[in-house]
């Protein structure tokens, strides 16, 4: 087999670290990008580089341009009182895009897995139990995605906060899924059947 200049191999094994792209679909996407001129290269090299810069919101943990995210700053999301929990940053955009909750919401950074050295120093918890006492929610809905280590997670978080109302939203979805590849409209009637625990 031929050899590759290593700037092609280089730029292959970047992309094949992207989810879902292997050696042979990272390879075609580096030889497409030969075809690019200076100018087309530069501003995706330029778009990539910034990816160094993003900034996470000091409440939530989404992305954001300054301290807190578009939805943190937002008035009347605070005064419903109820925060969203969910696992990861794909987990609150999936929700935020079916247009059903209008709350504030916190990214843990995963669940609890003991087996895999996660504990809840490792996740946004504490910030979480802060945030419920300093601006006075009065329920947590947790949209963690079933499984063994979500359900952990939720049992963990109602233990540690007795004073709020916890409720787990519901769940058309098998046990495994996961909420960033559900359609909106799923996610929709997830939150309408939520329920206490």
Not at 23 to 41: F, H, I, P, S, Y
Not at 92 to 105: H, P, V
Not at 122 to 135: C, E, G, P, S, T
Not at 155 to 170: D, F, H, N, S
């Amino acid at each position: 087999m031929i050899q590759l200049p290593s700037n092609i191999q280089s730029s292959v094994m970047s992309f094949s670290k992207l989810p879902g792209v292997g050696e042979k679909t990272a390879l075609r996407q580096v030889m497409a990008m030969t075809k690019w001129n200076m100018e087309e290269l530069s501003d995706f090299s330029k778009a990539i580089n910034s990816l160094m810069n993003l900034k996470f919101c000091n409440e939530c943990g989404m992305f954001c341009e300054e301290n807190l995210c578009e939805i943190c700053l937002r008035e009347e999301r605070k005064n419903v009182q109820t925060i969203c929990v969910v696992e990861n940053i794909n987990d609150l955009m999936a929700i935020e895009k079916s247009n059903t909750f209008s709350g504030l919401y916190h990214i843990l950074g995963g669940v609890l897995n003991p087996l895999a050295g996660i504990g809840p120093t490792q996740l946004n918890i504490d910030k979480l139990v802060d945030r419920v006492k300093r601006i006075e929610i009065k329920t947590l809905v947790l949209a963690i995605n079933p499984s063994v280590e979500g359900d952990a997670t939720c049992a963990y978080l109602k233990q540690l906060m007795p004073e709020v109302t916890v409720e787990r939203i519901g769940f058309g979805i098998p046990i495994g899924g996961s909420l960033e590849f559900l359609d909106p409209l799923t996610i929709s009637k997830a939150l309408e059947n939520r329920k206490m625990l």
